[in-house]
């Protein structure tokens, strides 16, 4: 194909060109506003975050590979680009309540989220082995800073240092395996390394594609590579939890997804079996340690690795089904996280926030509208009607059925019973249980703004799930 | 048929979440208006119900006033609502109990009103929803949604163990109803679509093997709901724990939803493998019938001793409705009205001793009759009715198994009917201690009678047990015809041999 002009390629860029210069401007914000501008420097990212967003959702899509092939601006990436931006909002927001209650205000948090986005929104678009490797990167780094943004709190410190030598790590063992496969094909455009990867060898080739999804896993969370979730969810700052918790993922999933459909495309068997695999180990695992902990924080880590097992069982099943299923979980999964996190900063115990299920109880009696919201997250999680979690889950267990994987969705639906045992013990202390002393509830805009949000967004797209998936359905991705 | 412009059958099922939401608007502290909303929504629900009756025809075998609507498009899925007989009987059920234990719930219930009522009004949504929706997507749906107040019913109202109870229900149900999920994707690709009607329709038949794993996934979900041995362990614990209202529904509607889905889905989609299972079944059936009756007999609790002894009586259903023999697939299907008459109105008698004396030990009472006339000959009757006295509606039903059944295999028969002796056993025992020897316990003293509102619950349950036991053609009629379509698909040899 004829290589495009760099100018035409540049308005399909405008989303993340956007984004830069709101991150600019925010930073010269917080450097220059004598007063109050780590706050303002917030505002101006979270303006710029809906601006952003609502361009992108009027923006066309083109399935043109743009810049010799090194990046394409389909639905599908722009489909992820939007669930970025919303998990970076909602993340925000949440981040002025928790530092008013904090009392620093570090405003770096509100220009590195836009600058993560950009790598997110870059990666997700990306159609070349350098760009992919350069866009992760450029994603990794300013989250590593994020987590460890306190740096006076030694939890914070400790997640930051934690997340930065683990997450190095597996950046190298990824870029090995890109090295593996660019060594086999001297190629480094997707659908050239398709081509090359034909007549190679198919051993060396396997080993490349897995040192290459261990980076993935790592930054997903999936079981083996999942242990740095629970110290990096319960030290780095809640609201960011949120944003690092759901936008990663996702932006992990859709460069699988391009992987699994281009790249390796020749390997279908091999890399289901292999995403089948780690969709069970983090599905038991994450459920099963989830059943211990006492720490919500740590509660949700160990719940966002088994909900990382369920989208792998998507991945495992790609086709028609699975792409739809996916993309709906995704989207529907930032909201499940941000009303979880967002349920603690209503929790004061003493100077910081209750982070204990047992801070929890009797809220019911103290908050009903609270208590209301956090049942429909509930259900949500579990994946019980008529909530999106349900849905969604359906939508992925229908997709491993479909392609005869009956016992991996069966291995899925005995999941959802054990983590109602969990998701219950949160539902228990809230609605069953006695209130302790110690804890008061405080009300607070911004997380109520949250809250409300989530809650209805779960509850209407678990009622209309139409709205949702004919968005998902008209999501094409381009390989090449 | 429409009422006001909506369709009759989505009328039914989402008349309840109007009353959720006016109870929204009405702020906590106003328990006498909550109660009365509550009461005002579930009795217009159960004339609503009624409703039905006009539209419906009771001469016809098929689904009647469907409704069907595109849902999740992408998925194939509909919002597809329809009756026939079978579901007619237990929608009315439904709505009558719901009604009747909203009422019971008047004095029983003290704290926490506005929610009690709400989850008692989204628990009424989905049972209606499960017994009219014949899109298997739908029908999960409200499959599931209906655990979740029932969980709260528990775990908030419920007595001292009732964080345990509570659990355990969600836990056990949820797990068979999720296993039932994946057999139902796995019907979606043989069938390619989740429409009851077109899969029977399309007269496609699985191969056996295929038929047995979903047939025995779906066995799963509806066994422990029925709940059979030895899937029934959770009921006792729930059924203890649970406030009266509570033990009224799940006694009285949501065990019947596992032998429903039995005669709903299971006969008429794997009638091969349905047959293959008998023995399975069977065997499983009687043991709950013997079992429950034995365990009944050595209850101390009079609510526990009332939970087993559903275990008996459900059994008894069970063993009907795998004989595929029309007379007793009526008489289970009838079974499963009369048994949530008399066992929805035995928890509320012994929610009425509860309610005044706070404990529900045998031992604790005794000479009762004596203090409490009326509520001695309530309970006499509603004993008698679970007992199968001819001339009360437990007879019919029972009769008609057994009848069925003897025709069938009368080892089967001999051994259910051991189940009525042990259960005119537990029973009468049960009445005699409570009721008959000297008032002794210097609490029971001051027992008062039934109140007017605690008799006008019980009036349409008396009312039922005699018509239903002296003059049940009206019912039979309205079964007889969708009992005869099942086992024409499951049993057709039956009527092969008749002619």
Redesign the interface.
Known sequence: MEPLSPAFGLRYLLPEIALLAVAVFSMFVHIFCRKRGHRWAGYVALAGLALVAFFLVLSPASSVPLFSGHLVADSFSRFFKFVFLVAGGLATVLSFRFFDVEGAEPGEVYYLMPLTIIGMMVAVSSLDLVSTYVSFELFAIPSYILAGIFKKDGRSAEAGIKYFFLGTLSSAVMLLGMALVFGLTGETHYPAILQGLAGANAHVALMGMILFFVGLFFKAAMVPFHMWAPDVYEGAPTPLVVFLSTAPKAAVFAILIRLLAGLFGRFEAQWSLVLQAVSLLSMFWGNIAALVQDNVKRLMAYSSIAHAGYLAIGLAAWGETAR?AVLFYVFVYVFMNAAAFGLILLIRKGPGFGEDVSDLRGL??RS?LAAGCI?VLL?SLTG???TAG??GK??L??AA??KGM?LL??AG??N??IS??YY?RIG?AI??EQESGGVRVEPSAPVWAVLGVSALVLLLLGIL??LL??LA?AARMTTG | MTVLGIPILTLVVFLPLAGVLALLFVPSRRGREIKLIANFITGLEFLATLLILRGFNPASGDMQLIERADWIKAFNVQYLLGIDGISLLLVLLTSLLMFLATLSSWEAVRERLKEYYIFLLILEVGMIGVFVSLDFILFYAFWEVMLVPMYFLIGIWGGERRLYAAIKFFLYTLFGSVMMLVAILVLYYQYHTFDLLAMLESGAVLPLALQSWVFLAFFLGFAIKVPMFPFHTWLPDAHVEAPTAGSVILAGVLLKMGAYGFVRFSLPLFPDASRKFVPLLIILALISIVYGALVSLMQKDMKKLIAYSSVSHMGFVMVGLFTFSPLAIKGAVLQMINHGISTGALFLIVGVVYERRHTRLIADFGGLSARMPAYAAVFLIMSMSSIGLPGLNGFIGEFMILMGTWAVNWVWAAIAATGIILGAGYMLWLYQRIMFGRLENPANLSLKDLTAREFATFLPLLVLAFWIGVFPKPFLNIIDKPVEKVVRIVNPGYFEKAR
């Open positions: 739809l019911a009696g009903p049942l259900l019980i009607p008529p349900f849905m359906y939508f267990f229908a059925v479909e009956v969705a069966a639906a005995l959802s019973v109602l045992f219950f228990r609605f069953m799930p139409f998936t004919n359905s």
